[in-house]
């Protein structure tokens, strides 16, 4: 049964560097995410890092350079020093204030063709999913279904046995905890084959294998080849989990189509780029190869038009 979140709620802030528009990272749309407008609040709920055991909620304003959170703990104790400087960090690493946004600025500025991009919206950054194990949950109910279905498919899951938060007068459900994952035996609307594979991502989040941080210090193949042993994790969806939920900024691997036909379109080429033109390509976006990739896919049709 879903728990309704009360106060207590609390109040902190992250320093921005560089050009920021929190719109524009709120409006990315991808995974469950799906706003298609924006009221000034970008409200996430989430299983806090560290055993994923505390969901929280979070309002997101931005202020200048500043974006203030108003931090919804679930019923009980509110968060200590060290809970708060946990949510500072998840949410950071969700919104890329993560790491140094003026130098990316620079980078882009550097090169005729990124700054062509980044002039579209300079202050874009990409937005992450929670963590890895919000990343691993929703590759499994996502996997062969159109991405409205695995919304629709995870908001269920979410309402029925997360915990809703009033974000900003909005009820807004965080992922079950993986204590609670392990209680679902079933869902409608998904294959009972399923059921398992979100029971072993359950466990290996217990264990701490699913923790951003963790994934991130290892060596990305190695980490990849780890999420692999993850029932129904395959090389693509390990992908979308080091890359899209550990917070890596220069991270490469081989684009998928509609970002490869982004590059493809931006820099003027005639054919279809290979692996190889495109790790030609990246040398000139380090630190940020992730991030200018991300930037590409989301960002290229709006330069074409």
């Known amino acids: 049964m879903t728990t309704t979140a009360v106060p207590p709620v609390q109040h902190t802030a992250l320093e921005i560097s560089g ?4 719109a524009e990272v709120a409006l990315m749309g991808f995974g469950h995410r799906d706003e298609q407008s924006f009221d000034g609040v970008m409200r996430m709920a989430f299983c806090l890092d560290g055993g994923f055991g505390t969901p929280v909620g979070v309002e997101a304003r931005q202020q200048g350079q500043r974006v203030e959170l108003t931090v919804h703990a679930p019923p009980g104790p509110a968060l200590d020093e060290v809970g708060l400087a946990a949510v500072r960090r998840q949410v950071a690493r969700v919104i890329s204030l993560d790491h140094d ?8 500025r550097a090169d005729p063709v990124l700054d062509r991009l980044h002039a579209v919206a300079p202050g874009f950054r990409p937005a992450l999913f929670y963590s890895p194990y919000e990343a691993a ?27 809703v938060f009033d974000l900003a007068g909005v009820p807004t459900a965080a ?6 994952l392990l209680a679902c035996e079933s869902l409608p609307g998904l294959p009972v084959d399923r059921v398992p594979r ?35 994790i395959g090389p693509f969806y390990s992908s979308l989990v080091l890359l899209r939920a550990c917070g890596h900024a220069d991270v ?5 189509s509609h970002a490869r036909t982004a590059l493809q379109e931006l820099y003027g080429f005639d054919h279809e780029l290979s692996d190889a033109e495109v790790e030609e390509l990246a040398q000139g976006w380090r630190p940020f190869r992730t991030w200018v990739m991300v ?11």
Do not use: K, N
Request: one cysteine or more; a positive charge; glycine letters at 8%.
């Open 252 to 256: 490469l691997a081989p684009p998928e």
């Open 175 to 180: 992922l079950p905890t993986p204590r609670q």
């Open 295 to 305: 930037t590409a896919r989301a960002l290229a049709g709006r330069v074409a038009a």
């Open 19 to 22: 050009p920021y528009d929190l």
């Open 101 to 108: 946004g003026a130098a990316f600025d620079r980078l882009c």
């Open 137 to 163: 949950v929703w590759s499994v109910l996502s996997a062969r279904r159109a991405r409205g279905q695995g919304i629709a498919l995870r908001q269920r899951l979410c309402e029925r046995d997360g915990t």
């Open 198 to 232: 979100l029971h072993a991502i359950a466990r290996a989040a217990q264990e701490g294998r699913l923790e951003a941080d963790r994934l991130r210090a290892m060596d990305p193949t190695e980490a990849a080849a780890e999420l692999q042993q993850l029932p129904g």
